[in-house]
């Protein structure tokens, strides 16, 4: 319906004049990002050094988000391959009559025998610590009183698939077998840290570790342990040996490897296969409860990584600040020519604050790719699988822009205030 007192001719000269104004402002916008394009690859000396300040901001925020993530990734993988793969079998506990928790059963002495069919189980070990007393353990048979006295390495009895349970990876020699176990043959295998304590640096000329006055020979140096990381320090014996040498020697744990997947059928099925007529005798859980630590620490490293990025990028972003400030002193005379010729405050400000975005533009994306490549070449330099977030990808390219745009606004400000007539009088002639 027409609105009464308009007349149609009015109407589509009111539709003429808003064209007009906006073919306008769209060929001022034009105008101010020619000219901006213009100043800024009229000096490429000093796009350098603006550009500069940026790349190196962005990418460092890049490559140290995109490390972290990559970095995270990594240990997400490796504690979940470790959760979903391992478990421990302990007995349960119960307060005793002084308050302090005891457990209500041990495990068999038949233990392996009994979950060895078991579905969804592929290795296991039995595992009791060693109360030796006071007795020195070294690699001399004789005390040396000059000798500074150290603390001795914890002894722990083992029978079973050792290696396989825990996630063990021997460093030099061999694990000894279930034939040292029955004969309770006295041989040890020494964790990493243990050795280096004991002195232990090579078993080619079969070195030996005395235990209350007994020699055992050390066969074998265990590097390293998925699950049970106390090993790498201690001194391991056949479990059969363990107990005919020192009294009451009692397996605490039985280490689990399982099958993918299978772990809440194997919770299930082994406390019947240890104890059939009271199973809630015995527990059943994954080791280290890596979900909660996992998410702590890939928080913690998100944060630290976040803040050094952006540490970095206020530094590229004073950058583009000064250099902006000194191109416009250096610039004074020719703003005075325009503000002569009938440039408005806001045209020159809007200027110099697109000359900063252009060149914060410029810096964030040559900073985001190169730390797309720092980023892929470390990870393929590592073997790991690199991580990047497409929006922190694009985004690094963003926050460029919008560092640029924001460190020209105090100089497009004091380029603005500039008269024509003081800008005039103080360029030389």
């Given at each position: 319906m027409r609105r009464p007192g308009v007349h149609p001719r009015e109407r589509v000269r009111v539709k003429v004049r808003l064209r007009e104004r906006q073919r306008v402002r769209l060929r001022l916008f034009g105008d101010i990002g020619g000219e901006a394009l213009a100043s800024v690859g009229a000096r490429p000396g000093r796009l350098m050094l603006g550009v500069l300040g940026t790349v190196v901001g962005i990418a460092a925020l890049v490559t140290t988000m995109g490390l972290g993530q990559t970095a995270s990734g990594q240990l997400a993988a490796r504690f979940d391959a470790v959760a979903a793969t391992h478990a421990e079998v302990e007995p349960a506990t119960a307060p005793g009559s002084d308050g302090t928790e005891r457990p209500v059963a041990t495990l068999p002495s038949d233990a392996l025998s009994r979950i060895r069919d078991l579905a969804g189980v592929t290795?296991?070990?039995?595992?009791?610590?060693?109360?030796?007393?006071?007795?020195?353990?070294?690699?001399?048979?004789?005390?040396?009183?000059?000798?500074?006295?150290?603390?001795p390495p914890a002894v722990v009895a083992a029978s079973g698939d050792l290696l396989e349970a825990v996630g063990g990876r021997l460093q030099r020699g061999r694990m000894f077998d279930s034939g040292h176990d029955e004969r309770h043959d006295r041989v040890a295998v020494l964790g990493a840290s243990a050795a280096e304590l004991l002195g232990v640096t090579s078993i080619d000329a079969r070195p030996t570790v005395f235990i209350g006055g007994h020699a055992y020979a050390v066969i074998g140096v265990l590097a390293s342990s998925e699950t049970r990381r106390s090993l790498e320090s201690a001194v391991i014996l056949p479990l059969g040996t363990a107990q005919a040498e020192f009294p009451g020697v009692v397996p605490s744990t039985l280490a689990l490897r399982v099958e993918l997947g299978a772990g809440s059928l194997v919770a299930h099925q082994v406390p019947i296969a240890l104890a059939p007529s009271s199973p809630e005798q015995f527990s059943v859980s994954a080791p280290g409860e890596p979900t909660t630590f996992q998410t702590g620490l890939q928080g913690d490293l998100d944060?630290?990584?976040?803040?050094?990025?952006?540490?970095?990028?206020?530094?590229?972003?004073?950058?583009?600040?000064?250099?902006?400030?000194?191109?416009?002193?250096?610039?004074?005379?020719?703003?005075?020519?325009?503000?002569?010729?009938?440039?408005?405050?806001?045209?020159?400000?809007?200027?110099?604050?697109?000359?900063?975005?252009?060149?914060?533009?410029?810096?964030?994306?040559?900073?985001?790719?190169?730390?797309?490549?720092?980023?892929?070449?470390?990870?393929?330099?590592?073997?790991?699988?690199?991580?990047?977030?497409?929006?922190?990808?694009?985004?690094?390219?963003?926050?460029?822009?919008?560092?640029?745009?924001?460190?020209?606004?105090?100089?497009?400000?004091r380029a603005a205030r500039t008269e024509p007539a003081d800008a005039l009088r103080s360029t030389p002639t």
């Open positions: 290795a296991g070990a039995l595992l009791a610590p060693v109360d030796i007393g006071d007795p020195e353990i070294t690699t001399v048979p004789v005390t040396d009183p000059a000798r500074a006295p150290t603390a944060l630290i990584f976040l803040a050094i990025g952006l540490i970095t990028l206020l530094a590229g972003a004073l950058g583009i600040a000064g250099t902006t400030l000194s191109g416009v002193a250096e610039r004074i005379g020719e703003i005075g020519l325009r503000r002569a010729l009938g440039a408005t405050r806001g045209q020159i400000a809007a200027q110099f604050v697109a000359e900063s975005a252009t060149v914060g533009l410029l810096g964030g994306l040559m900073g985001s790719a190169a730390g797309v490549f720092v980023v892929v070449g470390v990870s393929l330099a590592q073997g790991w699988t690199p991580v990047l977030d497409l929006g922190l990808t694009f985004g690094a390219v963003a926050a460029g822009g919008l560092v640029g745009l924001l460190a020209g606004l105090v100089p497009s400000h």
